[in-house]
């Protein structure tokens, strides 16, 4: 009789990708970590938890706040043979070294004509939900998958947090890796149990660019990612004895796209709405539903229902909040629609 | 203006006939390549001017007046530091070695070039050189942190210089990298080329303080302006601050007040400017001929020799350039990404 023993461990979000930097960091040490407050803090999401503790304070850096220095410092490194993570508190924060990310980290390779490599990952906290008002809540990966020459990876559970991580680094291009207050686990904030789950103790790639069918179903396809995954996936369960069956696709990758599972789910279900807690125009719904009518039209039975930020800045008051952000009745009212029920 | 006064650096006169012939050499190589890019990118805009056609699109920054500053700096560096400079990078370029076929092949836009005809002037990558530019003010400076922060790492005695105007003084990237270099002791040497004009804007309308070298100060680290663009001083000052860094003592700064003898592009009339027509009496490049002939250290001979051997070099590589392929339509998607293009 063999035995063949998987270990896992019960780990949240936030550990799981936090166990990804360290078995590379271990493994490789040209892997280093900088940003505002990932060291002895560890993050304000717990992304460095512990990093500081085991590689010291050469290899887990805390930065001033110049995120263009700092940024492009990891830039420079990377193409000087590191492999650096930099951290960009907040998504939100683009706005003070946006230059550096998309006019010289997504380009260098391009503009050198693949001879000169930027393997890096940027990480960044993203998302709403906890009345941090309109600087602090957005995420914005619709603005950074418009820009060429970044992959963006965007991780809903702990496995996937791992895996994109693990990926991320071991990549030769500029990774954006994009993580939800509101999937880390963190105590200090509403956590949907999704937020912790069993991981393999090893360290393991999630291939860049490939989505995620989270839940198999036949009436209507729901494509989403992040922090909704976990709203679709309650709406689905809720809806599943009244007779609706739901498939969630959560395409944990916006660059590349895996447009390839969206159009085989909506092949198979004729109906798609998208969930995007990003702002509706100019976005992921869009570009989703463009994949659709770029190929086959005539794959819907239904007009493609789009559920996202109304293209509003985010409101602090709870109550308003709560009214912009694809939460689970705009959710559910959505898939009943679509499927004219 | 600043009431704190830097002292001037100056030359001290004791640089060997070898350096004073390779910095002369140097300068001339710069100035006979932008001369030469000038009239390939004139030869064919015409009917009138239109920037967007010929041999050479595009807008096109020449360095002319300004090779003191790259001949000055690069005499100190092997082609194991690293350079990031400007939108206006020519100069540097070529005080780094950077192979001159292939960078001219890259302004040209063809296949052999640099970037393979993705980048163009305001963007050459040279991983043999560690060379790099931007076209965005100050924002070159970030990356020469990370490059001589990997160097450092790598146990490596090389070091970054990083170049920007003295426009780019103003920027956010600027004052955050002087603080970020300075407190991680980083091996850099930034290099200020003021020009006087930010395209039209004087340095007067632009800037609060008559030195940037002050700046340098205050953020920690040894600042210090060199006037009258005068290559022998700005040898001595680059000597001092790249000693400093690969001896891990840390960042410094050189200002140099340079001269930009043409238009910030060209098709730039230049209106804007008063002393335009005194600009060609201020040429560093007769100026040091004269001082090089005066001390004996070249004859009209030498110089002849010298002169014919830059125009070989760079007529061969404007040739090269002529020669080589444009890039193929059905290859534009490539390059986005390390992998070559899915699509």
């Not at chain 1, 599943?240 to 916006?254: C, K, N």
């Not at chain 2, 020449?62 to 005499?75: D, F, T, Y």
Request: proline residues 6%; negative net charge.
């Amino acid at each position: 009789m063999t035995i063949t023993e998987v270990r896992s461990e019960r780990l949240t979000t936030s550990k799981a990708m936090v166990q990804a930097i360290d078995l590379e960091m271990e493994r490789d040490e040209r892997v280093i970590y900088l940003g505002e407050d990932v060291g002895m803090y560890g993050g304000i999401f717990s992304s460095t938890t512990g990093l500081l503790d085991k590689y010291g304070p050469s290899r887990v850096l805390d930065t001033p706040i110049s995120e263009s220095a700092f940024i492009g410092l990891a830039i420079g490194a990377a193409t000087e043979g590191m492999r650096p993570i930099a951290e960009l508190m907040f998504s939100d924060f683009m706005g003070v070294c946006l230059d550096q990310i998309y006019n010289h980290m997504a380009k260098i390779g391009f503009e050198s004509g693949g001879n000169v490599k930027v393997p890096m990952v940027l990480t960044m906290a993203v998302g709403g939900g906890y009345s941090d008002g309109a600087q602090h809540s957005q995420c914005l990966w619709g603005t950074f998958a418009h820009l060429p020459g970044m992959k963006i990876v965007v991780p809903s559970n702990p496995y996937d947090a791992k895996g994109l991580m693990t990926a991320a680094i071991r990549d030769d291009n500029p990774v954006v890796y994009m993580f939800h207050k509101g999937v880390m686990g963190l105590p200090w904030m509403a956590k949907n149990p999704r937020s912790i789950a069993d991981v393999p103790a090893e360290a393991y790639e999630v291939p860049i660019g490939t989505a995620n069918l989270a839940r198999e179903g036949t009436d209507v396809t729901v494509v989403t990612i992040s922090l909704s995954v976990h709203h679709c996936l309650d709406v689905a369960e809720a809806l599943a004895p009244q007779g609706i069956s739901v498939e969630v696709i959560d395409l944990r990758s916006l660059v590349p796209l895996d447009r390839h599972a969206i159009l085989q789910s909506v092949a198979k279900t004729g109906r798609l709405v998208v969930v995007d807690e990003d702002y509706l125009s100019f976005g992921m719904s869009g570009e989703v539903a463009a994949t659709i009518t770029d190929a086959d039209p005539s794959l819907l039975k239904a007009p493609v229902v789009r559920v996202g930020n109304p293209d509003v800045p985010v409101p602090y008051a709870h109550a308003l909040e709560y009214a912009i952000l694809p939460r689970p009745d705009r959710i559910e009212a959505a898939i009943r629609m679509v499927v004219g029920a | 203006m600043s009431t704190i006064k830097s002292p001037p650096v100056e030359s001290k006169g004791t640089l060997s006939p070898e350096v004073r012939v390779s910095l002369y050499e140097m300068m001339v190589l710069s100035r006979t390549f932008e001369e030469a890019i000038l009239r390939e990118y004139h030869a064919d805009k015409g009917p009138g001017f239109d920037i967007g056609k010929g041999l050479v699109p595009g807008e096109m920054h020449l360095s002319a007046g300004q090779e003191p500053v790259a001949a000055g700096v690069c005499a100190h560096l092997t082609t194991a530091d690293a350079v990031t400079a400007t939108h206006r990078p020519h100069h540097f370029a070529i005080a780094h070695r950077v192979d001159l076929r292939r960078m001219t092949a890259e302004i040209f836009g063809r296949v052999d070039g640099l970037g393979r005809g993705r980048g163009g002037h305001m963007h050459l990558f040279d991983p043999d050189t560690h060379f790099s530019c931007s076209g965005i003010i100050a924002e070159g400076y970030p990356p020469a942190l990370g490059m001589a922060f990997a160097f450092q790492r790598q146990g490596k005695d090389a070091i970054a210089v990083a170049v920007t105007g003295e426009g780019a003084a103003n920027q956010g990237a600027f004052h955050e990298s002087l603080n970020l270099a300075a407190l991680w002791k980083l091996p850099v040497v930034f290099v200020v080329e003021d020009n006087d004009w930010g395209i039209s804007v004087p340095r007067t309308v632009s800037t609060s303080v008559g030195n940037n070298a002050d700046r340098a100060r205050a953020n920690g680290m040894p600042g210090v302006r060199v006037e009258d663009n005068d290559v022998e001083a700005v040898w001595e000052a680059a000597r001092t601050a790249v000693q400093r860094a690969r001896a891990g003592d840390g960042p410094s700064l050189i200002e140099v007040h340079t001269l930009r003898m043409w238009g910030h592009f060209e098709g730039d009339a230049q209106g804007y400017r008063p002393e335009l027509a005194e600009v060609t009496s201020h040429d560093p490049i007769p100026a040091y001929e004269s001082t090089l002939l005066a001390s004996g250290v070249l004859d009209a001979t030498a110089i002849d020799r010298i002169r014919a051997a830059a125009s070989e070099r760079v007529e061969d590589a404007v040739a090269f350039a002529k020669a080589s392929p444009v890039p193929d339509p059905a290859t534009a998607h490539d390059y986005v990404f390390n992998e070559r293009s899915t699509r």
